[in-house]
């Protein structure tokens, strides 16, 4: 794509924000021959908004939704070509093991746990599976202590991604093909005039483009205003680190450990996951939904109070030879839809503006794919995977 004859715009696409999803687009816009410039606040990777915390899971069958799985499947497909073409790991198949206790299947309708979903998702496209029962969970993985009925699903093709390699590969990708990158560039104010888009930057720079893409995460909102700043809630969210018990016969394990996913209540908050032990810790988080916060205010301090809760409230009885006191915490942000489920739609208001964001605490293990699917959207007016599901109209179709 480039811009045609008379156009006032000096680039094809400005991408606002290079979290996960703006590199990935960055990097398949440069790919594709388009005159690009990626901003970003901060010098990303950064550790003040989503994409950071050194993992991130990734899996193929994916319980939130059949939508996303050809997302998945892709992204791994993108990360292992990235993978090729440097001299960082970016994708870690360790395999991804969720467990669900008797409470989570059955205080829910039939075939509504979590890993009810995923076995669907996983029959529906092929992804190749094991289900354990509570004998071979314990033969397997015995750093997990499992009660009797804890059922088990395993995906050996899924495993975990290292966060900020995977940006910097992107970035440095798109760099490669011509992409300008700006970091420290907080943008004001972008719309759309006529045939082209002007960002302008909190400086008074004003850039000209054909076409803009928002990956903006949790600046979304306040940088677009109506709709998305009623629309889309950012959340706190902690990640720990905690130390394996040195000598312990189960260490071993964790070096060698699944990522997992373990829903052991019917209860929103009866939920965590976790990761290998990486340098004798390992790192579990929860979700927490509270009142939403501003993202330039977000409290990031993490006192020992938070790493006490989750392990009391998840990690206690449920994980071996895992020592209580934290080697550290980290806050990141959740900016989320109010049905969880992502916006990658043009603007209602700025058609020349994508808006792609809101990725509601689950988006990094398809942000490669998102990227070039919105690539494709961009410059031959369509993608191969099919985008629909996470289109704007959704809203309106379901208010009163």
Known sequence: MRVGRGSNAVY???????????AATLSALAASGARVRGLDRFNSPHALGSSHGQSRITRQAIGEGSAYVPLA????????ELEAEGDEALFSQVGCLILSDPEDRNERPPGQA???RTLAA??????????LDTDAIRGRYPQFVVRDEVAGYFEASSGFLHVEACIRAQLG???????EVSSLSRVASVRQEADHVVTTLADGEKLLSQRA???????????????FDTLLSTTRQVMHWFPTAAGAEVEGAWSRSPVFIWRHGSGRDDFFYGFPSL????KVADEAYGPGVPADTVDRAT???????MFDAHVRGRLQSILPEPAFAAACLYTVTPDSHFIIDRHPDHPRIEVVSACSGHGFKHAAAIGEAVAEKLTHGASRIDLSFFALSRFAESAP
């Not at 996983?122 to 289900?131: D, I, M, P, T």
Request: glycine fraction near 14%; charge should be positive; avoid cysteine.
């Open 73 to 80: 499947v892709r992204s791994q497909q993108i990360w292992r």
């Open 12 to 22: 094809d696409v400005i991408v606002i924000g290079l979290g996960a999803a703006g």
């Open 114 to 116: 979590f890993i009810d």
């Open 303 to 309: 006192p020992a109070s938070d790493s006490r809760r």
């Open 173 to 179: 990708r798109a760099q490669r093909a011509g992409a």
């Open 213 to 227: 893409v928002v990956s903006a995460g949790a600046w979304t909102a306040s940088l677009l205003g109506p709709p």
């Open 279 to 282: 340098g004798g810790q390992v």
């Open 122 to 131: 996983a029959r529906e496209h092929g992804v190749a599976h094991e289900l």
